[in-house]
């Protein structure tokens, strides 16, 4: 081993750490909004499908973040592009597609970014 990978191996830990905490608090947050959404008498989503472009360029970092996605409660990856570039998400209440892609952003692939770079 190099000095320089052992050097990197703290800071990777910590984030591979940091990743599993935004996972589960992602987790936590949204099945609170699934469990209050489905036990209200009347429904008030509004359900789709929008695209999100991402900045995550191997096949690893984007399988990755569309694994997350899935198994957050209330989202879904339906398919990414042959690129890689775009994943093909349904979420369960979209009320602002740039917001909603922005969190995804914010949180998920740059978590994802710290880990693998």
């Not at 509004?46 to 991402?54: K, Q, V």
């Not at 360029?57 to 973040?65: F, G, Q």
Request: aromatic share 6%; proline share 3%; with cysteine.
């Amino acid at each position: 081993m190099t000095l320089r990978v052992l050097l990197n191996f703290p800071k990777k830990g910590w984030a591979v750490v940091k990743l599993l905490a935004v996972f589960l608090k992602e987790l936590f947050l949204s099945g609170i909004t699934v469990a209050l959404q489905i036990i209200r008498p009347r429904l008030n989503v509004r359900p789709g499908i929008f695209a999100l472009e991402t900045g995550l360029k191997s096949d690893w970092e984007v399988t990755l973040l569309a694994c997350l996605i899935c198994l957050t409660p209330g989202t879904l990856t339906l398919d990414v592009s042959r690129d890689g570039r775009i994943l093909y998400i349904h979420a369960m209440n979209i009320e602002d597609v740039e917001l909603l892609s922005a969190q995804i952003k914010g949180s998920f692939e740059k978590a994802i970014m710290e880990v693998t770079r």
